[in-house]
């Protein structure tokens, strides 16, 4: 039985490939975190894939899927095994002068040479093994452990109540779709988290925002990673 505090934020978010800052301050920012795994994977956004920083600018690392309509995250496949040899050889090519590259780079190359037949085993896998990187985390489930009626709202109620929350965390865009009178039926209070991406050391030109976390990691090291991520945060 999980003793439940005076408050209690869930935040759930869809697994992704390398994600942003802004992805694990908002886990950070939670008591539980969900991984939403069982909902419709949806095309050109960024379960599988993000951005580094390269000579003249910015370039994708897309891991190619097999994807039908109506499949869920959890059950999309990688359609070209040999995509992490690729993707390590990028961040060799770019990052490997960084100062932290020789601390960071084996643990990440590990998991995204190993085979993983479906996407979100990898997503999954590499965000825990960055949150290695990043300090104390709050506990982690995926939803398709957790029985839960259909339908957005319904769905994410049901998440949080099974992980007695008292508070969801929403990312902004939530203002524009959530029912949050249902959340207040519910016992719910939502909060919306909001982030300020900090500026950091890279390596380069000009400053990018925005980029997979690795690129803090690789330039600022494990030590400093969650005091510059955290600094962005701008609510409680």
């Known amino acids: 039985m999980i003793a439940v505090a005076e408050r209690r934020v869930a935040a759930i978010h869809q697994p992704q490939y390398l994600p942003w800052l802004g992805y694990f301050d908002k886990l950070l920012a939670a008591d539980v975190f969900v991984y939403l795994d069982d909902v419709q994977y949806v095309k050109n956004e960024w379960k599988n894939r993000n951005k580094i920083k390269i000579t003249t600018g910015t370039t994708w690392l897309t891991v190619p899927v097999n994807y039908r309509f109506g499949q869920t995250i959890r059950e999309v496949t990688i359609a070209d095994p040999d995509f992490g040899r690729r993707h390590c050889q990028a961040l060799k090519t770019y990052y490997g002068r960084c100062p932290s590259f020789d601390e960071v780079y084996p643990a990440v190359e590990e998991v995204v040479r190993r085979p993983h037949p479906l ?3 990898l997503c999954i896998e590499l965000t825990e093994v960055l949150l290695g990187f990043l300090g104390p985390a ?17 769905r994410l109620i049901d998440l949080c109540l099974a992980v007695q929350a008292t ?3 929403s990312g902004p865009a939530g203002r524009d779709y959530l029912d949050l009178d249902r959340f207040t039926e519910a016992g719910l209070a ?20 925005h980029l997979a976390v690795i690129d803090l990691l690789l330039n ?3 030590e400093r990673s969650r005091e510059v991520l955290l600094s962005g945060r701008r609510n409680p």
Do not use: N
């Open 119 to 121: 996407l979100a085993e």
């Open 167 to 169: 508070h969801y965390l």
């Open 138 to 154: 709050p506990p982690r489930l995926r939803s398709s452990t957790i029985e839960k009626r259909e339908g957005p709202t319904t």
């Open 220 to 222: 600022v090291g494990a």
């Open 190 to 209: 939502v909060l919306f988290h909001e982030y300020e991406h900090p500026v950091y050391p890279q390596r380069w030109d000009a400053f990018v925002s």
